[in-house]
């Protein structure tokens, strides 16, 4: 069984500091990776994708895989109020021959960032 | 707003109703996948449809129907349906079914079942 771990938290941070959110998975044939952003009542939402070993930085965030380690990881700096939700670390099973494309969610970690 | 649009945002149905979830995207992707999610867990994978055919059918049960009328189009059709599948229903696309790119979601459909 495929499976992707993650700290359903909750992760409370203050205002202003660095929020780090860990994943492991187990399929090391998995070649992507993706952390999605969900807010209460609202739809995933797409915010980092990484592909290769090491740190993929965008604006406030930061995505480091370690393949070797079978680990992702999501920093945000300067953590904000509007950054509570949740985040989903997700894989991609490592295999696309036959024309399918399928994501193993992790549980994902509440986040909360109080002023 | 997202780029794969769902339609309706909310649906109230009785058992015996017969419905269906919309979703559309102009991306030119070619996968289009229908999960469920229930509150507080991830979103489960129902459907996947590569290159207009269903590739992956996640042991869902015959209620739920999906089809894939042309490569912008996802329906998912509803008939007596039971209280434990009120949910949120999410439909997502893919740029290319045989590589590992990212999925992107629509808004969802709330859906209630009395």
């Known amino acids: 069984q495929k499976e992707v771990e993650q700290n359903s938290g909750p992760l409370s941070v203050p205002e202003g500091a660095i929020a780090s959110l860990n994943c492991t998975y187990s399929?090391?044939?998995?070649?992507?990776f993706f952390w999605y952003r969900q807010y209460s009542g609202k739809s995933p939402e797409l915010i980092m994708s990484i592909y290769s070993n090491g740190d993929k930085e965008d604006g406030r965030f930061t995505a480091q895989l370690n393949k070797a380690s079978q680990y992702v990881s999501l920093l945000i700096r300067d953590s904000q109020p509007s950054d509570s939700a949740t985040y989903l670390c997700a894989v991609n099973e490592g295999r696309f021959s036959g024309g399918y494309n399928k994501l193993i969610f992790g549980a994902g970690t509440r986040l909360a960032v109080h002023p | 707003d997202t780029e794969v649009t769902q339609t309706p945002k909310h649906l109230v149905m009785g058992m015996t109703n017969k419905k269906s979830l919309k979703c559309e995207q102009h991306m030119g992707h070619r996968a289009m996948y229908w999960y469920k999610q229930k509150a507080k867990k991830p979103p489960e994978l129902m459907f996947v449809?590569?290159?207009?055919?269903?590739?992956i059918n996640e042991s869902v049960p015959s209620r739920f129907s999906p089809e894939c009328p042309n490569s912008s189009l996802l329906n998912l059709h509803l008939h007596a349906l039971q209280p434990e599948d009120s949910a949120l229903y999410l439909c997502?696309?893919?740029?290319?079914?045989?590589?590992?790119?990212?999925?992107?979601f629509g808004d969802g459909t709330r859906l209630s079942i009395l």
């Open positions: 449809y590569s290159y207009e055919k269903l590739s």
């Open positions: 997502a696309s893919s740029q290319d079914p045989d590589r590992g790119g990212p999925q992107h």
């Open positions: 399929d090391r044939g998995s070649q992507s």
